[in-house]
């Protein structure tokens, strides 16, 4: 079985480095997140390195591809990629994700740096990556869910993620429409997680997020 390496870079810094946003600036949507992503896979960690810039770097290696990159067959091609962040050793309680939730981020996203940093070797993590070059790098903007815990064969993040790769294959024209059977039909079915994510397709077709910032008045 032959390895395919792809070096990633988180466009927020880890969390010893503070963030900030600028005014105006909004946490795009998970449909958001999906459309601008060229590839989106589900991966495991499983090894750390130093890199050029003498940062820590996770490996990772992909269990499930959900969107993009041709040549990337499951079962074939084993993927592995690259991003900066920290390690936790087995023995260690890494903080999961939430698994019911659909909107915010992982806690650590809220401590400093603005996105996830720390990862468990047995957990399984959804990525969303850009393709730059030869190369891809995971989309992570602040507080987004970027890099959030799932399971396989499935779990809420996953079907939700689905729901919206779906969506998002669609034409402009004809995406609302088919939110808006998609959100009633998820209604109907009465479950929990079909219910969570009947709720989250009505808030995006409620609109863009407000901003975490107001911005700036016009310079007069």
Same mark, same amino acid.
């Given at each position: 079985?032959?390895?395919?390496?792809?070096?990633?870079?988180?466009?927020?810094?880890?969390?010893?480095?503070?963030?900030?946003?600028?005014?105006?600036?909004?946490?795009?949507?998970?449909?958001?997140?999906?459309?601008?992503?060229?590839?989106?896979?589900?991966?495991?960690?499983?090894?750390?390195?130093?890199?050029?810039?003498?940062?820590?770097?996770?490996? %990772?290696?992909?269990?499930? $591809?959900?969107?993009?990159?041709?040549?990337?067959?499951?079962?074939?091609?084993?993927?592995?990629?690259?991003?900066?962040?920290?390690?936790?050793?087995?023995?260690?309680?890494?903080?999961?994700?939430?698994?019911?939730?659909?909107?915010?981020?992982?806690?650590?996203?809220?401590?400093?740096?603005?996105?996830?940093?720390? %990862?468990?070797?047995?957990?399984?993590?959804?990525?969303?990556?850009?393709?730059?070059?030869?190369?891809?790098?995971?989309?992570?903007?602040? %507080?987004?869910?970027?890099?959030?815990?799932?399971?396989?064969?499935?779990?809420?993040?996953?079907?939700?993620?689905?729901?919206?790769?779906?969506?998002?294959?669609?034409?402009?024209?004809?995406?609302?429409?088919?939110?808006?059977?998609?959100?009633?039909?998820?209604?109907?079915?009465?479950?929990?997680?079909?219910?969570? $994510?009947?709720?989250?397709?009505?808030?995006?077709?409620?609109?863009?997020?407000?901003?975490?910032?107001?911005?700036?008045?016009?310079?007069?």
């Amino acid at each position: 079985m032959r390895s395919l390496f792809l070096a990633l870079a988180l466009l927020a810094a880890p969390a010893a480095h503070a963030c900030s946003v600028a005014p105006g600036y909004r946490v795009p949507t998970t449909l958001e997140l999906v459309a601008q992503s060229d590839a989106i896979i589900v991966a495991q960690p499983f090894d750390q390195r130093t890199g050029a810039d003498g940062d820590p770097e996770i490996l %990772f290696a992909s269990l499930a $591809i959900l969107k993009g990159a041709p040549g990337w067959e499951h079962g074939r091609d084993r993927i592995s990629v690259y991003a900066p962040g920290v390690l936790a050793p087995e023995t260690a309680a890494a903080r999961p994700s939430d698994p019911r939730e659909l909107v915010r981020a992982h806690p650590e996203a809220y401590g400093g740096g603005c996105t996830r940093y720390t %990862f468990h070797p047995k957990q399984r993590v959804l990525l969303f990556l850009k393709r730059e070059g030869d190369d891809y790098r995971v989309i992570s903007y602040p %507080f987004a869910r970027t890099a959030e815990d799932t399971a396989l064969p499935d779990s809420r993040w996953l079907k939700a993620v689905r729901e919206y790769i779906a969506i998002a294959a669609l034409p402009l024209a004809v995406r609302r429409a088919r939110m808006e059977v998609r959100r009633d039909l998820l209604k109907a079915r009465g479950d929990a997680d079909s219910r969570a $994510i009947a709720a989250d397709i009505a808030r995006e077709l409620a609109g863009p997020r407000k901003p975490l910032r107001e911005p700036l008045p016009p310079i007069k």
